[in-house]
């Protein structure tokens, strides 16, 4: 992978054909499911065209098809297989196998992702992110003797320090004061959370060379937060249990480089045809290594944009962005769908916010769920509105609602925009 990503752009692609031929060999052969849909297809003279004439799919194919999906038995070379299950972003959860092999390329691009970031393995790291129970809480978290699989095995690391993201805000930063760890991860949400907080208690999180970021998408606004408090750029990755590390970000820019050694990854249009650069589609991924549950063109259920080739040098991918579910878009009246820019920096000018939501109600109304640090005016309330509607593009009826704290949902992430439609 330390060559491969330097590859030029053709030799890439001929190497991803080569895994895609022999994946799809071997699915027809071993699954039942593929064995119909790919019929009239011959994997070895498959070309990338007919690739992609390939039906989609589904989140709900793979609930509802799972046991004729599987392959009847796994190379033996790809290690043993395990289930893996989806926390639930949508309503039901998703099963799969993973193998041996798919753990393995998991270790590897969690290296590489150490490696381009230029991380300094002595130092000690933390992660504060969401968990189903209370493991974990604040004051004491976890702390961990090394940075675990896969570095332990290469490295010698320092300490890794776990806080449970449910454990409230102030107590977090009083956390991380007090072990003054070198890396921070968790998720956009919460970091903006913890950089509101720190700059309402005056507290100094210089000793964080690099804030890292997971689970959520991450707006431009975040990016921008974390530039104009630390000085230092955020770095992402994007990852799903289905498919594993998708794309890690470029060591030199904001965008993202596709993990395209282990999977294929195509942004398309309601159509099905390829979006251009910079237009925003569906993404539609294939593991080039799962033998157990092939997952050809599948719908993870995100959308993104192509970006242009990357100055780094890097032949990889790029996406420019990563948005979200499908679910958080918004509709206007008039049936259009996009994703929402609320203008939330300039309303932060106005007043100061600890949390925000918009949830959509109808194709007329929406509510602003706000938790603020002291109160609102009638006024600024009336200028909340009027940046909101400006920029959705539409005079949306505005109720605004005041909370303590507002709710994940049930698979803990915390969105910024709920679609009840
Ligand atoms: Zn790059």
Known sequence: MDESQWWPEDKLKQGQLQQLRNLLAYSIVYSSFYKERLKNIDPGKLSLEQFREIPVLTRSDLQSSRATIDCSQVPESHGKSTEVMTSGSTAKPVSLLGTGLTSMIWNAINLREHLWHDRVIAATTAAIRWRPDDVGMAPDGVTFDDWGMPVNQFYKTSAAYYLNSSSNISDQLQWLEQLKPSYLMTHPSNLQGLVEESKRQNSDLSFVKQFRTVGESVSDAQRQIVEDEFGQELVDFY???????????????????????????????????????????????????????????????????????????????????????????????????????????????????????????????????????????????????????????????????????????????????????
Request: hydrophobic share 35%; aromatic share 8%; net charge negative.
């Open 239 to 421: 990852s799903s249990q289905e498919l594993g590390y998708i794309a890690l970000q470029c060591p030199q820019q904001s965008h993202y480089h596709v993990q395209a050694e282990s999977l294929i990854v195509e942004v398309l249009r309601e159509d099905g045809s390829p979006c251009a650069p910079f237009e925003s589609g569906r993404l539609v991924i294939t593991s080039l290594r799962n033998y157990a549950t092939p997952l050809i063109r599948y719908e993870v259920g995100d959308y993104g944009e192509i970006g242009e080739p990357c100055a780094c040098g890097r032949s990889l991918p790029v996406l420019n962005k990563i948005n979200g579910r499908v679910r958080n878009m918004l509709q206007l009246p008039n049936g259009e769908r996009h994703w929402p820019n609320f203008g939330f920096r300039k309303i932060m000018d106005i007043t100061e916010l600890r949390q925000f939501q918009v949830v959509q109600h109808s194709l007329e109304t929406m509510e602003l769920k706000l938790a603020v640090v002291g109160s609102v005016e009638p006024q600024q309330e009336q200028s909340i509105k009027e940046i909101l509607q400006q920029h959705i593009g539409h005079p949306f009826e505005i109720e605004i609602s005041y909370h303590e704290e507002l709710q994940r949902n049930a698979n803990g992430k915390f969105e910024d925009f709920v679609s009840l439609i």
